[in-house]
C-alpha cells in the first residue's frame, strides 16, 4: 500500500515545506514524489516527524546512475544524464511505503572527479549512516553532514566508485591484477 | 628514604593505569559467522566501542545485475544469503514479475510457499545451531545440521542443488517436484515436530544459555525501527510486523488464505505459548534471548505453513507452468519489493529500460541494516558479550557484503 495515493498528503508536505517537492508521478508502479536535493533532510525530517503518517524506517537508499557511456547510444535516449537518489521509506505504524527521488548532476559543477553533494540524513534515521556510506562508495555521491562518511564495502584506498556506468576498474591494485 | 623504584616512571605506570587495548575480532573468528572483523576498544573486560568493518566479501553483484539478465542473475541472489537462497530467489522474481505485472500459476504459488518456508526453517536452524556454537555449546549444532541435511535432501531432490538452488525464477519454478515428494517432506515434518522440544530442551530452557543471553544487548523498539532493522530482530523487540502478512499486495497474496500468527509478543504472551517454555524471568523484550526465541517460534510456524502449502498444492489440477524466458524485455520503469526472508527484509530494486537487462539492480540487504547496530548495541558491554550480541542478529555476510 502506498500512502501518496491517499489525497491531501501532499498539500500539507507542501504548505508545511513550500517548493520543497518539485515533481511527483503517482501513477507508477510505487508512487514517487521528487525532492530538491539540498532539501532532502528537511523533507526527511518532516515525514518522520511531523507528518500525519510517521515515516519512522528509512529501508534503502539507492543511487542510479543515469548515464550511457557508448556515444552512439546517448544520442538516442530519451532521459537527461543525472544521479538519480532513490529513497524508500516505510511507515511501521500506519504500513506504507513511500518512495522520494532526487535528482544530482553527475559531476559538482560539470567537472569530472568532483562529487556532487546533498545533505546526509543521518540526523534523521541512525540507520541511514551504513546506507550513505555505501552509496557514497559505490555510487560516489558526497553526503553533507555525515558524521563518518568512508568506504565501506570497498577498501579504503579503492579507486573510483564502481556501480557509476563509466567506471572503469584499475589494472592493479596493491600489485594484484585485476584484468 | 627515596627508593630507586621513584625514578622508573614504568612501575607507576604498571601500576596505576589499566591500558586501553584494541582487540581484532575476525575476519577469521568462529564467531563472527563469516568474514566480518570487529573492532574493540576494551578497558579491561568492559568493551567501550566497537566498530565493525565490512566489505571482505566484496563482488560487486549489483554491477554484475547490470550486465546480466534478471533471469540470469538469480544465481547471483542464491550467494546472497547463501543460508536461505530460496528465500532470496522468491525476492528477486517477485521483484521482477512486480515490474513485470506477471503473475504466476495457482499451482506455482503454492509451491513457492511450500520452498520458502521450508528454506526459512533451514535458515533458522543453522541461527539456532550456530548461535548456540557462539556461547559455547557444540551439540545443539549437530542437533540442528542434523535436521537441515534431511531438509537440504529434499532440496536437493527438487532442483538438483544443495546450497545455490535458483529454483525459484522468474515467472515460476524451474522444475515440478519429483513424484513421491511430498510424502518425503511430510515425512520429514512427523520426524522432526517431536525433535524441537529437544532444541528447547537443549539451550531455550538451558540455564547458562538463559544467564548468556537473557538481559543482554537490549535493543528497545525505537532502536530497532530507527536502524531498519527487520525480521526476527524488530519482532524480538515487540515490533508486530511481519511482511507476510503487511507486505505489498504482491507478496501477500502469494499467502492468501494461509492462516499463521506473527511471532512477537502481545500483551505479555507469544502466539500458542502454551506449546513452547516459559519466557525466563531474567529475559526483557528486545534482548539476545527473545531475537532467539522468535526464530525458534517461526520454525513451528513455518512448519505449519508448510502443511498447509502441501495441502493446497496437492489440491491444484494441471502443471506449475513455464517460467519466462531468460532474455525476456523488462518494461521500463522501477520496482521496488521486500519480502520476509528469514534473516529480515530483504528488498530488490529494479530498472528497467526496455531491454531484457535491467539498467539498475538493487539489493537491500536486512543483515545490513541489523549488523549496523552493532556498535551502538555493544557500546559497554562484556567482551564475552560481544559473540552472544552479534550471534542473536543472525547475520550472513554474503549478504551483507553483497
Given at each position: 500500500m502506498q500512502v501518496t495515493r491517499g489525497p491531501g498528503f501532499l498539500d500539507q508536505l507542501d504548505a508545511a515545506l513550500p517548493g520543497a517537492v518539485t515533481g511527483r508521478n503517482l501513477e507508477a508502479l510505487d508512487p514517487w514524489i521528487e525532492v530538491a536535493p539540498e532539501r532532502i533532510a528537511e523533507v526527511c525530517q518532516w515525514l518522520k516527524r511531523s507528518s500525519p503518517v510517521r515515516f519512522d524506517s528509512l529501508e534503502c537508499i539507492t543511487a542510479v546512475d543515469w548515464h550511457e557511456p557508448d556515444p552512439k547510444k546517448a544520442a538516442k535516449v530519451s532521459w537527461q544524464p543525472r544521479i538519480e537518489l532513490v529513497y524508500h521509506l516505510w511507515s511501521t505504524s500506519a504500513r506504507v511505503s513511500l518512495v522520494l527521488k532526487c535528482g544530482l548532476p553527475r559531476w559538482k559543477d560539470d567537472q569530472p572527479g568532483r562529487l556532487p553533494e546533498l545533505p546526509s540524513v543521518t540526523g534523521v534515521w541512525r540507520g541511514a549512516d551504513w546506507h550513505e556510506r555505501e552509496v557514497y562508495d559505490l555510487s560516489g555521491v558526497w553526503f553533507t553532514g555525515h558524521p563518518d562518511l568512508r568506504r565501506i564495502l570497498c577498501p579504503e584506498d579503492w579507486e573510483g566508485h564502481p556501480l557509476r556506468k563509466d567506471y572503469v576498474q584499475p589494472v592493479e591494485y596493491h600489485g594484484i591484477r585485476n584484468r | 628514604m627515596a627508593s630507586i623504584l621513584d625514578d622508573d616512571p614504568r612501575i607507576i605506570e604498571f601500576d596505576v593505569r589499566t591500558d586501553e587495548m584494541l582487540v581484532n575480532m575476525g575476519p577469521q573468528h568462529p564467531s563472527t559467522h563469516g568474514v566480518l572483523r570487529l573492532v574493540l576498544r576494551t578497558d579491561g573486560e568492559i568493551v567501550s566501542e566497537v566498530e565493525p568493518h565490512i566489505g571482505y566479501l566484496h563482488r560487486c553483484a549489483e554491477k554484475i545485475g547490470e550486465n546480466l539478465t534478471a533471469r540470469q542473475w538469480?544465481?547471483?541472489?542464491?550467494?546472497?544469503?547463501?543460508?536461505?537462497?530460496?528465500?532470496?530467489?522468491?525476492?528477486?522474481?517477485?521483484?521482477?514479475?512486480?515490474?513485470?505485472?506477471?503473475?504466476?500459476?495457482?499451482?506455482?504459488?503454492?509451491?513457492?510457499?511450500?520452498?520458502?518456508?521450508l528454506g526459512r526453517i533451514a535458515s533458522h536452524l543453522v541461527g539456532m545451531g550456530a548461535y548456540g556454537l557462539d556461547l559455547g555449546t557444540f551439540s545443539p549444532f549437530l542437533y540442528a545440521f542434523r535436521e537441515r541435511e534431511k531438509i537440504l535432501d529434499l532440496f536437493e531432490e527438487a532442483c538438483g542443488a544443495r546450497l545455490t538452488y535458483s529454483y525459484i525464477t522468474v515467472g515460476g519454478l524451474t522444475a515440478d517436484l519429483p513424484p513421491g515428494w511430498l510424502?518425503?517432506?511430510?515425512?520429514?515434518?512427523?520426524?522432526?515436530?517431536?525433535?524441537?522440544?529437544?532444541?528447547?530442551?537443549?539451550?531455550?530452557?538451558?540455564?547458562?544459555?538463559?544467564?548468556?543471553?537473557?538481559?543482554?544487548?537490549?535493543?528497545?523498539?525505537?532502536?530497532?525501527?530507527?536502524?531498519?532493522?527487520?525480521?526476527?530482530?524488530?519482532?524480538?523487540?515487540g515490533v508486530d510486523q511481519d511482511l507476510r502478512r503487511d507486505g505489498e499486495a504482491i507478496y501477500t497474496a502469494m499467502y492468501d488464505g494461509y492462516a499463521f500468527e506473527v511471532a512477537v509478543m502481545k500483551n505479555g504472551r507469544y502466539p500458542r505459548d502454551h506449546e513452547y517454555p516459559p519466557v525466563p524471568p531474567d529475559a526483557v523484550i528486545g534482548d539476545c534471548w527473545h531475537r532467539f526465541f522468535v526464530r525458534m517460534i517461526e520454525v513451528v510456524q513455518s512448519m505449519d505453513l508448510v502443511r498447509q502449502a502441501i495441502d493446497r498444492y496437492s489440491a491444484c489440477k494441471g502443471t506449475i507452468g513455464e517460467p519466462l524466458k531468460l532474455t525476456e524485455k523488462i518494461p521500463a520503469g522501477d520496482a521496488y519489493l521486500e519480502t520476509e526472508c528469514p534473516k529480515g527484509q530483504m528488498g530488490f530494486y529494479l530498472v528497467g529500460d526496455g531491454t531484457a537487462i535491467p539498467w539498475r539492480a538493487r539489493a537491500r540487504s536486512s543483515s545490513f541494516s541489523n549488523l549496523s547496530v552493532t556498535a551502538d548495541l555493544c557500546r559497554g558491554c562484556l567482551i564475552a558479550d560481544v559473540p552472544a550480541i552479534v550471534g542473536s542478529l543472525d547475520i550472513v555476510m554474503g549478504e551483507i557484503d553483497r
Open positions: - | 538469480i544465481p547471483y541472489t542464491d550467494r546472497m544469503d547463501y543460508l536461505a537462497a530460496m528465500n532470496m530467489n522468491l525476492g528477486w522474481s517477485l521483484a521482477v514479475e512486480k515490474l513485470m505485472k506477471y503473475e504466476v500459476s495457482e499451482k506455482a504459488r503454492h509451491l513457492r510457499v511450500l520452498i520458502a518456508e510424502q518425503r517432506c511430510e515425512a520429514f515434518l512427523d520426524q522432526f515436530e517431536p525433535v524441537i522440544k529437544e532444541y528447547h530442551a537443549l539451550l531455550t530452557t538451558n540455564a547458562i544459555f538463559v544467564k548468556r543471553t537473557a538481559n543482554i544487548g537490549v535493543m528497545s523498539r525505537e532502536m530497532a525501527i530507527d536502524y531498519g532493522c527487520s525480521g526476527p530482530v524488530l519482532r524480538g523487540s
